[in-house]
């Protein structure tokens, strides 16, 4: 079996990315604000400004998932609701 990712593949589909992998790097917010509440060194300035760059950027892409499920959503009850 010629999966995709390696260990890292899903293991319904061997194609595409494991869940579990996906699911960690949507832990990276909660991790940068309990580093920053805990007064928790990160390192390096650079390394500080990709991991609150992949935050803010976990964040907005969250954010326009779940306004697009919101449209998605109140379109099909309106089309459901007419049909």
Known sequence: MN????????STDPQ???LTVKGLAGLIPA????AKL???????????Q???????LIVVLG???S????IVGAVRKIVMRFY
Not at 3 to 10: D, E, H, L, N
Not at 38 to 48: A, N, P, T, V, Y
């Open 3 to 10: 999966r995709k990712y390696g260990v890292f593949s899903s």
């Open 16 to 18: 595409k990315l494991a």
């Open 31 to 34: 991790i940068v604000l309990l």
């Open 38 to 48: 805990r007064g928790i060194d990160l390192g390096s300035e650079e390394l500080k």
């Open 50 to 56: 990709i991991i609150d760059w992949l935050a803010e």
């Open 63 to 65: 954010s326009v998932g």
């Open 67 to 70: 306004l697009i499920m919101l």
